[in-house]
């Protein structure tokens, strides 16, 4: 047998290398995956086209990035020295001390020595004679395994060519999920950010002091809510590091992974109260007022339309302008029913004499030119550097890119481009042992603090590998029954929220011609923890093990 390591080149002589299970991705998911099923003493490798730990916290090193889930939630809970060794700096660290925090869990659970670096893995295709998984890599490798388990993320395939004309570009065209990891010296410089999301919003607010212009060009508005973030001193690291008991045992059980939880009833409330909740936790500087004020807002249009109310009063105070506010302030979906941004300052950014708001929702990007960005009335913006934030093709990118074939050749982006089909976000009829994270049909494919939930379906994985060894077979595999009826109830679920109403990332309306479906599972984190866990108790009904 072939031992790879990170540092190891593939071997060009034809070995394959056996393996009981192949990882696709080393950020949350991965590392935790890769630790657990070592521990079972499996034979197992992480593969990432990174260059080291992180995930998204690698790729993401654009200005600004940070965290918008408080960090003492963002851990791993299932090692309390591991947890309580690690301190943050602030409520809401930025992206440089994520990056040392992942890399302070691979070297104390010493993975990186089954971890193969700047190494994408191009295909996966099963063989139903022996059983097995074959996996191609770009760097040689082939590797047979027993398992294959994407731990890829779901917001991983960035929506990068989206212009005509883009090689045409004189200066620099940056994604954000692709900046490079030495920065970018944007001084003295115009630059033109496309797109308002999360990510676009952090860029806009962090450049804007340094540029000698910057251009937003705004389709989509965007509900935002102030960030407060405050440093962590040594009481603040001890307080939080004090409740490390409460948090294991309520975190998981809550509607989205995140400490706190819907506790108030809209019915139940006077006018006046309701106003008072809704100031109350607006001040928290969270995302508190999306995940745990009114629940109704999600399936009542009369509560999402007031509490939608409540953000846009408190969006055009700090906006004044009227063209600003009609620019960045929805009014045609409710809030909470889209990625709400945390922001810090970000409105204010729009009111300096070097920025220029350009809306083009109605007046669309046709072109990228040599000297910039040219719209459909013929206004060319003339700029020496590009930053696309322009999303991702989210929940299934991370996998349609690469050519994974199951039964009979059956093609898994061919068959997620007819229809996107999950069994519990954890597997796919027709492709045994391919085994899932952060994929559609499940919470963590965008509503949940991702580390719970992540945590959550490595554990429920590593559970059912363990149960096929145990039950003497060597496979697992969604039934067609199965797979039904959890599509069944997950469109039950999200068709009675007004997320379902809506177009955006959450239904793949972004990607052209991508099937429409609610990605995520709206039941919320705890009970599909419960129902995962039913699943394992009673001996994996809707799974076939053989």
Request: glycine share 10%.
């Amino acid at each position: 047998m072939v031992t790879l390591t990170s540092t190891q080149p593939a071997p060009t002589d034809g070995t394959v290398l056996e393996l009981d299970a192949v990882i696709l991705g080393a950020g949350v998911a991965g590392l935790y995956q890769l630790h657990q099923l070592r521990r079972q003493g499996l034979r197992v490798r992480a593969f990432d086209k990174a260059g080291d730990v992180g995930g998204t916290w690698w790729w993401n090193r654009y200005p600004g990035a940070r965290f918008d889930s408080e960090a003492y939630i963002y851990q791993y809970l299932f090692d309390e020295d591991l947890y309580k060794d690690w301190s943050w700096s602030e409520k809401f660290p930025g992206q440089p001390e994520v990056e040392r925090w992942m890399r302070y869990v691979a070297d104390r659970l010493d993975l990186r020595r089954d971890i193969r670096f700047s190494t994408a893995i191009t295909s996966a295709h099963y063989d139903e004679d022996r059983g097995r998984w074959t996996v191609r890599t770009d760097r040689g490798d082939v590797v047979d395994t027993q398992f294959f388990i994407s731990c890829a993320g779901m917001l991983s395939a960035p929506l990068e060519n989206v212009f005509d004309g883009q090689d045409s570009f004189r200066g620099d065209i940056l994604h954000t999920s692709k900046w490079p990891a030495g920065g970018v010296d944007l001084a003295g410089r115009r630059v033109g950010v496309v797109g308002i999301g999360a990510t676009g919003i952090q860029v806009i607010q962090t450049i804007a002091d340094d540029v000698a212009h910057l251009t937003v060009f705004a389709r989509t508005p965007q509900y935002v809510l102030p960030m407060k973030s405050p440093a962590y001193g040594e009481a603040e690291q001890a307080a939080y590091k004090a409740r490390f008991d409460e948090l294991r045992s309520t975190i998981p059980h809550t509607f989205t992974g995140f400490e706190y939880d819907f506790v108030h009833v809209w019915a139940e409330c006077t006018p006046e109260k309701r106003r008072e909740v809704l100031e109350e936790i607006y001040e928290d500087g969270s995302l508190k007022l999306w995940l745990a004020s009114f629940a109704e807002m999600f399936f009542d249009e009369g509560v999402s339309e007031e509490i939608s109310e409540f953000v846009r009063e408190k969006m055009r105070a700090r906006l004044k302008d009227q063209r600003l506010i009609d620019i960045l302030v929805p009014t045609d979906y409710g809030f909470g029913t889209h990625r709400v941004p945390l922001e810090r300052d970000y409105l204010e950014v729009y009111h300096r004499e070097n920025v220029e708001l350009v809306g083009i929702r109605d007046n669309p990007i046709t072109r990228i030119t040599p000297d910039g960005l040219a719209l459909a009335d013929g206004t060319l913006h003339e700029l020496d550097v590009i930053v696309l934030a322009t999303g991702f093709d989210a929940g299934t990118g991370s996998l349609t890119r690469i050519d994974v074939r199951g039964r009979e050749g059956r093609s898994l982006t061919e068959d997620w481009g007819r229809d996107i089909r999950t069994m519990m976000g954890l597997g796919v009829h027709g492709y045994p042992n391919l085994l899932t994270t952060a994929v559609p049909l499940a919470p963590s494919a965008a509503l949940c603090n991702m580390t719970t939930c992540l945590q959550q379906q490595t554990e429920w994985i590593s559970d059912a590998i363990r149960h096929v060894r145990e039950q003497g077979g060597s496979t697992i595999e969604p039934t067609r029954e199965g797979e039904e009826a959890w599509v069944a109830h997950h469109e039950e679920t999200s068709g009675a929220t007004l997320i379902a109403n809506t177009t955006g990332w959450y239904l793949g309306s972004n990607v052209p011609g991508k099937p429409r479906r609610v990605l995520s599972y709206c039941g919320g984190v705890g009970t599909y923890r419960q129902k995962c866990d039913e699943v394992a108790a009673n001996g994996y009904p809707g799974f076939a093990v053989h």
